[in-house]
């Protein structure tokens, strides 16, 4: 797979934010082509233990990213 002919310094800021989004989304749309190492998989269920174990941890996802988004 070749490297998108893109200079990235003449992509907005949000259009770069987009992107990333757009990507991100490529990738969770098949998430069984994530390949994760053993010490991933780990930290995972380590942060998911820690999460079961702790309810004040963490955000709605709606939450976190109205507020990401409304962060300039």
Known sequence: MGRPNINISDVSTDERLALIEELWDSVAAKPGELILTD?????????????????????????????????K
Do not use: F, H, K
Request: aromatic share 4%; hydrophobic share 35%.
């Open 39 to 71: 010490a991933q998989r780990a930290e995972l269920d380590r942060r998911l233990e820690e999460m079961d174990r702790d309810d004040t941890l963490g955000a709605p996802w709606d939450e976190a990213v109205s507020e990401i988004r409304g962060r």
